[in-house]
């Protein structure tokens, strides 16, 4: 006679090839609730990765323009391009766009409709990056008073109380080219006193506030950090 505790079949667990292995339900939730954990650890380092890319291009292609702003006044007896700014509601965004005249004389390329000398800023689609120098200015493509930029007094610091120029030749600045950063609509990018003073500029990965390339009145290049 077979006693029952031989009749009785042991469970164990599968083996050898071909054999699987069955999670429960909370083994599951476990994993998952750790991989969200893990996504929610690296996510904002791949997006500061991701942002402090985007910068390093800014400051390449500033660069770029910053050559060809010193090549244009080479060939145009020491003058830069002409300022532009627009008081129409509809060409608002529009103000000191890249000029066309880098284009037009083969310093920059030709970019799209509504960006006439290319190198769209990164931060800011559909429009170049930012340019602006004391000297001429054209408002609603018409010439008009200088340019007034605003520089400050102390200009190893760049901060704190300044003045405008708009005579090219009492200028500590020739010119001055910048990115609206990657907020642009941010309070320091908008700043009164931006790209040069340093309070507007951009410093981290995370931060507001404008990315610039300017030049001294010796045609000494600084960039923003």
Not at 39 to 62: D, N, T
Request: aromatic share 8%.
């Amino acid at each position: 006679m077979i006693s029952n505790r031989q009749s009785k079949t042991t469970k164990r667990p599968p083996s050898g090839p071909g054999a699987s292995f069955a999670f429960s339900l909370v083994e599951l939730l476990v994993v998952i609730a750790i991989i969200a954990v893990l996504a929610a650890l690296l996510l904002p380092a791949l997006a500061r990765g991701k942002e402090k890319a985007k910068v390093a291009r800014v400051h390449g292609e500033l660069h770029c323009i910053g050559l060809a702003l010193d090549m244009y006044a080479s060939d145009n007896g020491g003058n830069f391009p002409p300022v532009r700014v627009n008081c129409n509601t509809d060409l608002r965004l529009d103000w000191c766009e890249l000029p066309v005249e880098l284009a037009n004389q083969g310093y920059l390329a030709h970019g799209p409709a509504g960006m006439d000398a290319d190198l769209q800023d990164v931060f800011n689609p559909d429009h170049t990056y930012k340019y602006a120098a004391p000297g001429p200015q054209l408002l609603n493509g018409r010439p008009t008073a200088n340019y007034e930029l605003w520089e400050p007094t102390n200009m190893a610091a760049m901060s704190g109380g300044g003045q405008y120029f708009t005579d090219p030749k009492l200028s500590p600045i020739r010119w001055v080219v910048w990115s609206l950063g990657p907020q642009p609509d941010s309070a320091k990018s908008q700043d009164t006193y931006a790209p040069l003073n340093s309070e507007s500029w951009y410093t981290h990965a995370g931060d507001t506030g404008v990315i610039a390339l300017y030049a001294g009145s010796d045609g000494t290049q600084f960039k923003t950090p």
